[in-house]
Structure formats: C-alpha cells, structure tokens
C-alpha cells in the first residue's frame, strides 16, 4: 500500500490524478489528507481508495481540528499536522510500500517530517517546490528522493501531469524492487569521509569489515554529519569512527559545508565508543572562487573543482577549531580517543602537497592538548591521516573499545 500525502484543500485535483496514476499501476493507496479545510473525501473514496482525512490527522497528534482552526495559526497547524501524519504512518509502517507527498513549502515541511516516523522502512518520495533552492534542510538524514516539478503544484497542466506521473511510476517502481533494511543483528560502525581522506577510510573499512563490521560511510559535508548524528541518536550504530571532522573546521572559520551544534556530540552522550582524528581540518571549504568573502583575500586556495574550492587553515584558526572539538568531546560518557597525525590531515597536508603547514597542523595538536578533558585519550602517530598503519591503528582501537564496552554492561548485568 502506497500512502499518498497531502493538503487536498488546496490541490484536490493535483492528488487525484496522482492517485490515479499510482492505481493504474497496480498499487493500492491510502489518501493522508493534512489539508484543515478538505471536503475532498467523496472526491478520493470515488477512486476506490481509504482516505485518512485532517481531523483523524488532528486526532493522531492529539488535537481537536476545530480548535486548531479556530486558532489561525499556520505554523501550529503545520506542526500538528505533521505530527498527526507522523504517528499514523508509524502505525501502518508493516503494510507500508512506499510514502509519496507533494506541495509547497508547508508540505514539504509536513510531509519529511512526517517521513521520519518511516525512514528507511519503505520508499519515500517527494515533487516538492524547494526541489532546486533548499530542499536540504527539510531532508537532512531522510533516504527520500526529491522530484523537482519544474513549475508550481498548481493545477494540472502538461508539466505537472508528466512530473506527477513520473513521481508515482517512481513509488511504485521503488515498492515493486525495495527489500527491507533489518537493522537487528550485524554491529554497524559509522565512519565520516572526505575524498581527501578517502585512502585513510577505505583502510580502516577493510579491517573493520573482515572484523564483522558493518561499515556506513557518510560524507563529512554537514548534511552527511547530520545524518551520522540522526542514524547514531536512532540507536543504528555500535561505535563512530570519526575519521574526517573537516565539518568543525567550517563551523568555527564560516566555511560553506558547518558543523551543527549536534555534530561530534551524539555518541558521546549515548556513551558509544568513538574514534576520532582530524582528517581534512587543514581544509575550509567554498563554492566557486566568485564566492568567496572578501575577508579571505590573500589566503591559500585550492580549487577542488570548478563549484568547490577549499582555503587552507591557519594556526590561529586551528586553535579555535581544536578547542571547539574538545568542548564537545569532552561531553561524552563512553570511550573515546583522538588520533593526532603528525605526518598530514589530509592528501594536501603530506610533506609536498599544496596545503603542507607543520605549523598549522601543530597549532591544532597543541589546541588539543590543551582542551582535552581527563576522560579523553589522546595517541599521537607520526604518519598522516591517510597512512594504511594508521587507519588500520584507529580501527583496531576501536574494537578493542567495543570490545571493553560490551564486556563491561556484560560483567554489569551478571553482576
């Protein structure tokens, strides 16, 4: 089953013919209709579909609809709503196939909301006007794919019927192939990357997979960190391997790829084991050379590709950014080790490589050094991040915390 979501007070026509489109596929459909004002029930029961409509929407997150209406307020009703979608989603997640929804920017907001009750428990799909400018924020961990509309979804016109149409053959598609995410049984490191770190990461997966592992790579460009913080914080995760912190550097230096105030904090308030090194804090990354602030003037770049360019940090920043990861490693209740690469941060540290600065990279050492709390280990290696022993040396390290952690709740239960 198919839930199809959406305020049908304003776009009864648009979801019609979108439930249409998924039944002549094969599918069956449920119509979620969050719209505060729909009469569109018979419209949607004449398709030969259930129909869920907003005041069983309301209900679901505890609300009289009357009331909410009563009170004019679009953001209460967007939160209510979304809440309401969420925990009826939730309650049919094991007769789920897929979850589609489509609108502005109020549905986007209620429906990836909504999703999250669902996330990687079926196909999720959303035709959502921020497609193109910033749908990222509203997605940020979702496995969801994005349909861009091209127009507005207003009414049904050449585009919109061909967009729509795509959009369910989409769902469908995805429920017809999709097999179900167990996430019981295999332990799962999650393990942060860069492509500059890239050599250092694919070493430590290796062990860490022919260990039994199973290793979930995330790209360390503030969505990516977001969405390690979200799948830790979901409990998904064993221990962090926090290999490529570049995100903190962003955050503290106004690069364009920040670290949120949750990064580097999550595991450590779980009491998870985490390894953690500073693979790519030499760099600071932009968009296209154009758009870097004027204040970097006479800084070192690099231009990655013709959208990225990355500016090396200085010494002074790099104490600011060693302290600022120390604050929040600090926080953690389980074990928790920084690896500090004397030998390079990244393939453009290493002695020749274009961001090379033993003075910077020491700045950021002894930054460390200074912040660490008593609980923090520190280990120093002369190699660089990328170095195969060293990779190897920050894996096994975090085994052997797995290891020590679960013997230790193990001694606490029998005890």
Known sequence: MIAVIGALDTKIDEFVFLTREISSRGQKSVVIDFGPFSTAEPDV??????????????????????????????????????????????????????????????????VTKAMRSVNFRCPLVIVSTLASVDIGRYIDGLACTVVNPVVDVSGLNSITRSVLSAAAGAVCGMADGRSQINFEGTPRIAVSMFGITTAGVDAARELLEHAGFEVLVFHANDKG???????????????????????????????????????????????????VSLGALDTVNFGSIDTIPDRFAGRRFL?????????????????????????????????????????????????????????????????????????????????????????????????????????????????
């Open 45 to 110: 029961r004449r398709l030969g579909v259930a129909y869920i409509g907003p005041e069983q929407v309301a209900d679901a997150a505890g609300v009289r609809l009357k009331e909410l209406a009563s009170r004019h307020d679009r953001s209460e009703t967007l939160a209510v709503m979304s809440a309401g979608v969420g925990h009826l989603l939730g309650e049919m997640v094991d007769h789920l196939d897929g979850v589609i929804g489509a609108g502005g920017s109020g549905a986007t907001s209620v």
């Open 225 to 275: 960190g977001n969405s390690l913080e979200m799948l830790v914080g979901d409990r998904v995760m064993t221990a962090v391997l926090d290999l490529t912190t570049t995100e903190m550097a962003d955050a503290v230096v106004g690069g364009c790829l920040p670290a949120t105030s949750r990064r580097f904090t999550t595991a450590g308030l779980l009491g998870l084991p985490q390894v």
């Open 303 to 415: 231009q990655h590709t013709p959208e990225v360019t990355l500016m090396r940090t200085a010494a002074d920043e790099c104490r600011l950014i060693g302290a600022e990861l120390m604050k929040r490693l600090n926080t953690s209740t389980g074990p928790v080790t920084v690896v500090l690469p004397h030998g390079g941060l990244s393939a453009l540290s290493v002695p020749g490589a274009p961001f090379h600065d033993p003075e910077a990279d020491d700045a950021l050492i002894a930054a460390i050094e200074s912040a660490a709390g008593p609980s923090v280990e520190l280990l120093h290696v002369a190699g660089s991040v990328n170095d195969p022993e060293v990779a190897e040396l920050m894996a096994r390290c975090l085994i052997s915390h797995i290891t020590n952690t679960h013997t230790n709740v193990h001694d606490e239960e029998t005890r």
